[in-house]
């Protein structure tokens, strides 16, 4: 499969790797236009990568082993999750409910995550886990998916937050001691909103 962008460095600020999945879409909100962060199944492994879902060793299976043809049809659908996603979360900040066609969407590529799983016994006890040998292309989207769908049911949801900048809102986890994070991160939007404050206050003046 051709390298083009697996070097790409993610920002991974958001403390749950379903919200820094969700910011690879960046500048959401921007009149001007989005930026694709994951323009490739390359980048996709990479995000997976460095993030932790995937172990080294299975990025670099799906980096040598996944077809051009195949790589692309997985990153349709990581998009499609992506989105559904962040329909879901952005409704859970804006105290509204999420379309149902898009929990149709996440039940779904849900279920098709979990019927990849097998029980296995591991140390005197039960889990799931993927199947053994040739490692599927679509194995970064379902661990994705249920990294996402462990996020929606847990009462960690209660942390969800988004940045201050109007045209950013990247999506974080608010572990902050008094639960009074702004920003994506202080020294991108934190300085960028504080410098536009500080240039309106002297026009006004």
């Known amino acids: ?8 460095t993610f920002e ?4 749950d790797v379903s919200l ?3 910011n ?3 500048w959401r909100f921007r009149e001007s236009g989005t930026e694709e962060l994951i323009g490739s199944y390359g980048e996709l492994i990479g995000f997976c990568d460095q993030s932790g879902v995937l172990t080294p060793k299975q990025a670099r ?10 790589g692309e049809k997985v990153l349709r659908a990581a998009r499609e999750l992506r989105e559904a996603a962040a329909e879901f979360f952005y409704s859970e900040l804006e ?3 999420p379309g149902a066609a898009t929990i149709v969407r996440l039940e779904r590529i849900f279920k098709e995550a979990h019927q990849q799983q097998r ?5 005197g006890r039960l889990l799931w886990d993927w199947p053994e040998g040739e490692i599927a292309p679509e194995l970064p989207l379902w661990m994705l998916a249920l990294r996402a ?3 929606m049911a847990s009462e960690r949801l209660q942390a969800l937050r988004e940045c201050g900048n109007p045209e950013c809102r990247w999506l974080f986890m608010d572990t902050s001691k008094n639960h009074t994070r702004r920003w994506c991160d202080m020294k991108i939007c934190g300085n960028r909103m504080k410098a536009r404050r500080f240039k309106a206050l002297h026009a006004a003046g």
């Open 1 to 8: 499969m051709a390298s083009g962008f697996e070097a790409r």
């Open 12 to 15: 991974l600020i958001a403390g």
């Open 20 to 22: 820094d999945f969700v």
């Open 24 to 26: 690879t879409l960046d």
């Open 61 to 70: 299976s799906l980096r040598r082993e996944v077809t051009e043809s195949a």
């Open 95 to 97: 105290e509204r409910n």
């Open 119 to 123: 029980l296995r016994r591991s140390d």
């Open 149 to 151: 769908e462990a996020l």
